[in-house]
């Protein structure tokens, strides 16, 4: 008999395929990472920190010794170091099969910015990843069924965060709230990936999109939260990471999907729970609102994608 939730064990078989897993030294990444690589598939762990990566790589090693992983170092609030981590990669690899947009930062107490002096959240959960894609995009698109899954958060429709893409102050310069500029660059996941796939089926590329939010994971992210979060909600409201991965895993490996599928819990208002096809925000899917956070994106990395 069918299992009625999707957990790990529906995943298909992935032994040659190359999956590049952005994060995957804590928490979510590390998980899908570990996950992943038990299916068979060629794993690209990327870390800021590549201390940190190799003792997560040493990790997996120890659990599972015929792991395939490769670890690569990436600063996703760097554009310089994603430049440099695609030509690395270009010269390494000529196949992608999946891209996992997972890496992210959520609410430092204080005002933080990237290298190139953006908002530390939209800068690297959004402009990072939305750079990184791009680099990749010539290797994504001629990979048979090639598949960029991208990691967003509930947050992006709580409306106590006010959820919206801030033209006016994409930096939050003028008054830096930590919870709406979270929220600000998980719409912009979104945002990006329906735009995305929009954008590869107006020019035949095969290449699909999907996306996935975690519920209330319990993981290194709320370490910046506050205690309520970080400590007692944690431990009472979140679940496992086991769990909480399951979404992003699905939106990275169900087969015969179209692109522009977004997965997430279903229980406790999206919070708990195994993985189904959910709805994100009427404002995730404004077309025009996409096109405009596009271009502003282009202009913002000085990349212009090429379809």
Do not use: C
Request: without cysteine; hydrophobic residues 35%.
């Amino acid at each position: 008999m069918k299992n009625v939730n999707w957990t790990a064990e529906n995943i298909p078989p992935q032994n040659g395929k190359t999956i590049l897993i952005t994060g995957a030294n804590s928490g979510l990444g590390f998980e899908a990472t570990k996950v992943l690589s038990k299916k068979e598939a060629h794993i690209i762990m990327t870390a800021r920190n590549l201390q940190k990566g190799n003792e997560a790589l040493e990790a997996i090693k120890k659990e599972n010794p015929s792991a395939k992983l490769h670890l690569m170092q990436l600063d996703l609030a760097d554009f310089n170091s994603i430049r440099e981590f695609s030509d690395e990669f270009h010269s390494k690899y000529s196949k992608l099969d999946v891209l996992v947009n997972n890496a992210g930062v959520m609410n430092p107490p204080k005002r933080e910015v990237t290298k190139q002096n953006f908002e530390v959240q939209f800068g690297t959960n959004h402009l990072g990843h939305f750079l990184l894609t791009g680099l990749l995009l010539d290797i994504l698109k001629y990979t048979p069924n090639s598949r960029i899954s991208v990691q967003s958060s509930i947050v992006h429709k709580t409306e106590s965060m006010k959820p919206d893409i801030h033209f006016d102050d994409l930096n939050f310069e003028k008054s830096y709230n930590r919870d709406q500029a979270y929220a600000q660059s998980k719409l912009a996941n979104l945002l990006f990936a329906y735009e995305l796939d929009r954008r590869l089926k107006a020019n035949n590329f095969k290449t699909i999109v999907t996306a996935a939010h975690p519920g209330y994971t319990k993981t290194n992210l709320q370490a910046n939260s506050g205690f309520l979060m970080s400590v007692i909600l944690n431990n009472i409201l979140a679940q496992n990471v086991k769990i909480g991965v399951l979404p992003i895993l699905r939106a990275a490996t169900e087969e015969n999907l179209k692109g522009g599928e977004y997965f997430g819990p279903t229980k406790t208002m999206e919070m708990k729970g195994y993985p189904e096809l959910v709805k994100s925000s009427d404002k995730s899917y404004d077309k025009d609102l996409a096109r405009k956070l596009w271009e502003v994106s282009e202009k913002l990395t000085n990349h212009n994608y090429q379809f």
